[in-house]
């Protein structure tokens, strides 16, 4: 984020002539505030439809009686920094406002949740990371950030970059799942795409890395938890997507809602000053999550608004989302010498900076052509939006090669969410249209001229037995589309049983019995516990939520005109008493083994039922001659990798490490690189990769960094579980 000097005088000299008021009013993010209609507050209008009380029907009828209140007064008197809307036209109208009506004439940075694409949804975050394609990752968010631009979004409140070893979280459907390095390489991809296209103010908007940090260690897989842990594992894991982005230049960051170690992210100067902008260098601002400032109060770490006011302004936080609590406190705290003017007009400049490198200041409108630039979707943003369902999807098991099925083959297609468009879109998608989705239904109907669709049940109400007895009849093969709403994954989303909800587990025992084939295609946005699935049904396919090209891209899977190459970013347990269950774990003095005195559960498997990593295909790869040459800057390590199927295919090459012997206890295995390598039918490559040595360190618990000699481990293969391992003694 880098500005000239001109643009750096700009703001200095704005600085000069802003009032306190409108200092404080740029650290102000607001929400359209609904009013009228109704005779409860909006919030708990809200819960009503959330657990049921009222129907979305309901509330629509409800809300088409309201009014929108965008805070116009506020904005003349220069007291909004931000806001959350997305109609172009009311950007502009607002805009204007705050251009040509306000004093000073600063422009208001929009800011939306554009987690996986705006109009042209792609895969959600943990299903993407699958792909270990950081190309196309790049791409997907370019994609999103010219679309929103123009409808005048140029904060994207993403990528969301949480590490996440718990299934039971909602939200790990919304990041790239257990790993740091993936994660981080993920991370970076994202801020290249979101950011590196200046050449117009049009291509490019301010990302906004989330949730800093540790969020997704909550305890016990539910939102909003506390988060405690070791120093050590705090440095090597949770914080290393964020340490990556910033490095990549993300502009701004969104503090998490969670505690760390007993002080909310929200008022953790630690966190917040200490290590993101002091140690870390980050040049741009940061942002509360939604009521997270007055939340704080709620944690019982500040005792009224004026507190949680001056404890987050002097911890870091620039921006307040939601609450008015820095616009209704700051004046007084600072007149009162509890926060300093060094304290707001660091604020400030970092928010100026950010608006000044998005050119809000000489280009604050969406032109007329930029409104009317996606009235309908490219055809390179749906063919972008298939490519990356297609390398997204992960084949978990195919016995007696069921897949793929012949395009002639008679296809009963089985389950409620194979035809709902809603289904296929996942969480945290705001501004798609229905016209512009592609049901699994239509996807095969498409691809497969004899498909009958049966819709016999879902993850929720009853089993309709005509329709199973008749999918049982006709079909030469059964595909069974099940899995979990939308809404069961997510923000407040977390499940305590992970298994595929409601009866569909006996709806696939009546498809089983019928004699014929079964296909599993799995939609969900999470990890789901498989024990059963995995053991009597023959072929199962995660498919996630994969956004609105995701019916051809199942299609075209399930026929073989793509071959699958879509690995898992997350651990699957066997079952949900595994959680937290990943591959990095550290070793312990007694590791899991079929002895009784070892790590283990007397009921469960020793380790996940699908590791991270894991991912098969139509084709098979074998692994050879993996040889390591200790060099002396760097590790080269060389495996060869055989297509030793009849058909061509793309593998994912993965290498890990492991530390043997260190000062404080290692993980078993750590990603250190991948690679994807396509081989025709007996192709051999031979797949090199490159370690510097100074990534073999590790903090410790007091943030230093340890490069210690000894034994090292290293592995090759196609996934954490299934590597070809070589030794070296290394010095550094």
């Not at 990371?129 to 409140?157: C, I, N, P, Q, Y």
């Not at 990041?175 to 050449?199: C, T, V």
């Amino acid at each position: 984020m880098k500005l000239t000097d001109a643009q750096k005088q700009r703001i200095e000299d704005l600085l000069q002539q802003m009032t306190l008021e409108e200092k404080i009013g740029q650290m102000n993010q607001e929400s359209p505030s609904i009013v009228g209609g109704f005779d409860v507050p909006f919030e708990e209008l809200i819960e009503m439809m959330t657990d049921g009380r009222i129907t979305k029907e309901e509330f629509g009828n409800i809300m088409s009686n309201a009014k929108q209140d965008f805070h116009e007064d506020e904005i003349r008197k220069g007291l909004v920094g931000s806001l959350m809307v997305q109609d172009p036209v009311k950007v502009n109208e607002l805009q204007k406002i705050a251009m040509e009506e306000s004093r000073l004439g600063i422009p208001i940075i929009f800011g939306l949740d554009v987690i996986h694409g705006f109009r042209s949804v792609y895969p959600i975050a943990i299903a993407e990371a699958g792909s270990f394609d950081t190309d196309l990752m790049e791409r997907t968010a370019a994609m999103a950030a010219k679309e929103s631009r123009s409808a005048g979004v140029a904060w994207h409140f993403a990528p969301m970059v949480d590490v996440a070893r718990d299934a039971r979280w909602g939200r790990v459907s919304e990041g790239p799942g257990e790993d740091p390095y993936l994660g981080s390489q993920f991370a970076r991809a994202k801020i290249r795409g979101l950011q590196n296209d200046q050449s117009s103010t049009e291509n490019y908007v301010a990302a906004c890395l989330k949730h800093y940090v540790g969020y997704g260690a909550c305890e016990s897989g539910r939102d909003y938890n506390t988060v405690s842990m070791a120093m050590h594992v705090f440095y090597n894991n949770y914080l290393k997507p964020f340490e990556a982005a910033v490095d990549e230049g993300a502009a701004t960051v969104m503090a998490a809602f969670n505690d760390l170690n007993g002080t909310p992210c929200t008022v953790n100067r630690f966190l917040l000053r200490d290590i993101l902008k002091d140690s870390c260098g980050f040049p741009g601002f940061v942002v509360s999550d939604a009521n997270a400032i007055r939340e704080c109060e709620v944690h019982g770490i500040c005792a009224d608004d004026m507190d949680a006011a001056i404890q987050a302004a002097n911890a870091g936080m620039d921006m307040d989302m939601g609450t008015e609590i820095y616009l209704k406190n700051l004046k007084e705290a600072v007149a009162d010498g509890k926060v300093s003017m060094e304290v707001i007009d660091e604020a400030v400049r970092r928010i100026l900076s950010v608006k000044m490198w998005l050119g809000l200041f000489d280009h604050p409108y969406v032109t007329e052509e930029a409104m009317k630039r996606y009235e309908t979707l490219p055809e390179e943003h749906t063919s972008l939006a298939r490519e990356a369902a297609e390398k997204s999807i992960v084949l978990l098991k195919n016995e007696g090669n069921i897949l793929p099925i012949d395009r002639n083959a008679k296809v009963s297609l089985v389950g409620n969410l194979a035809d709902n468009k809603e289904e296929i879109i996942g969480a945290w998608a705001m501004s798609w249209q229905e016209k512009d989705c592609v049901t699994i239904l239509e996807g095969m109907k498409a691809e497969f001229p004899n498909v009958q669709y049966f819709p016999c049940g879902g993850p929720e109400g009853d089993l309709n037995m005509d329709q199973i007895i008749k999918a049982g009849d006709y079909g030469d093969v059964i595909v069974a589309v099940l899995g979990e709403l939308v809404s069961m994954s997510g923000e407040a989303s977390s499940r305590a049983d992970i298994t595929i909800p409601g009866r569909q587990r006996e709806l696939l025992e009546m498809l089983l019995t019928t004699g014929k084939p079964v296909v599993l295609v799995l939609m969900n946005g999470r990890p789901l516990a498989l024990d059963w699935e995995a053991q009597y049904v023959p072929a199962i396919v995660e498919a996630w939520h994969l956004g609105i090209q995701m019916g051809p891209a199942v299609a075209h899977v399930l026929s073989g005109a793509v071959n699958p190459e879509g690995r898992l970013s997350s651990s699957f347990p066997a079952f949900t008493g595994q959680c937290p269950v990943y591959y990095n774990h550290p070793n312990t003095g007694r590791p899991g083994s079929k002895s009784k005195f070892t790590s283990r559960y007397l009921d469960a498997p020793l380790g996940a039922l699908y590791p991270f990593g894991y991912g098969l295909s139509y084709t098979t790869f074998a692994y050879s001659d993996l040889k390591v040459e200790n060099k002396e800057a760097v590790i080269e390590a060389c495996v060869t990798v055989t297509n030793t199927g009849d058909r061509a295919g793309k593998e994912t090459v993965q290498f890990y490490m492991q530390d043997v012997t260190a000062s404080l206890v290692r993980p078993v295995k750590e990603l250190k690189g991948f690679e994807k390598v396509s081989l025709e039918p007996g192709e051999s490559k031979t797949v090199c990769f490159w370690l510097e040595k100074k990534d073999m360190g590790f903090w410790n618990n007091e943030h230093v960094y340890c490069l210690e000699d000894g034994k090292f481990r290293f592995y090759a293969g196609g996934s954490s579980g299934d590597c070809l391992m070589a030794e070296a003694a290394i010095r550094f």
